[in-house]
T-cell receptor, first 117, second 114 residues
Framework: EAEVAQSPRYKITEKSQAVAFWCDPISGHATLYWYRQILGQGPELLVQ????????DSQLPKDRFSAERLKGVDSTLKIQPAELGDSAMYLCASSPRGSRQARETQYFGPGTRLLVL | AQSVTQLDSHVSVSEGTPVLLRCNYSSSYSPSLFWYVQHPNKGLQLLLK??????LVKGINGFEAEFKKSETSFHLTKPSAHMSDAAEYFCVVSTASPGGKLIFGQGTELSVKP
């Protein structure tokens, strides 16, 4: 069964350092999402791509966060500089083309657990 | 604007007893609703989804949920809990945006006692 891949699974960094997370969606999925999940809360959308274009980045802290999906396949989320409050799980998800029902169903990767010291 | 409220942050049941996780939604139109499960240090797995077809939705692992428009509820149930059901459960609503943006509830942690 196809899955969303993410790496690394865990990352420990010091504040003010740069970190990057990678996501490879399910093959053929047009839409890719990055979420941030703070401990004890539900995930919140950071950025959404449709192919290589950003559809929604209204919740992305653009002073320190950036995301790209250059060829419309895999994606990288970067934080520079990292702050203590960025400690969280970063989840990637993808959804297929097609009907609204198909596009609404998102498939999640295992996530990257970030700890900023 | 769409939103979901999970009424219990933590539910504890004994193995073999029924499970009820409560969710109320707010939406200005007929919503699509989902339940996702998250085991420790894992990603989210879709349990079931409601998309305006049958109001009683059956999902994986014996879970089901009933959409009640009059009560704006979408509660998740299972007749008999198993130890492996212990996890965090999220009620989710889809917005009207073209990409189907999901809004997550705060989550309900389910504990299952032997």
């Amino acid at each position: 069964e196809a899955e969303v891949a993410q790496s690394p699974r865990y990352k420990i960094t010091e504040k003010s350092q740069a970190v990057a997370f990678w996501c490879d969606p399910i093959s053929g999925h047009a839409t890719l999402y990055w979420y941030r999940q703070i401990l004890g809360q539900g995930p919140e959308l950071l950025v959404q791509f449709q192919d290589e274009s950003v559809v929604d980045d209204s919740q992305l802290p653009k002073d320190r966060f950036s995301a790209e999906r250059l060829k419309g396949v895999d994606s990288t989320l970067k934080i520079q500089p990292a702050e203590l409050g960025d400690s969280a799980m970063y989840l990637c998800a993808s959804s297929p083309r097609g009907s609204r029902q198909a596009r609404e169903t998102q498939y999640f990767g295992p996530g990257t657990r970030l700890l900023v010291l | 604007a769409q939103s979901v409220t999970q009424l219990d942050s933590h539910v504890s049941v004994s193995e073999g007893t029924p499970v009820l996780l409560r969710c109320n939604y707010s939406s200005s139109y007929s919503p699509s609703l989902f339940w996702y499960v998250q085991h420790p240090n894992k990603g989210l797995q879709l349990l079931l989804k409601y998309t305006s077809a049958a109001t009683l939705v059956k999902g994986i692992n014996g879970f089901e949920a009933e959409f009640k428009k009059s009560e704006t509820s979408f509660h998740l149930t299972k007749p008999s809990a198993h130890m492996s059901d212990a996890a965090e459960y999220f009620c989710v609503v889809s917005t009207a945006s073209p990409g189907g943006k999901l809004i997550f509830g705060q989550g309900t942690e389910l504990s299952v006692k032997p």
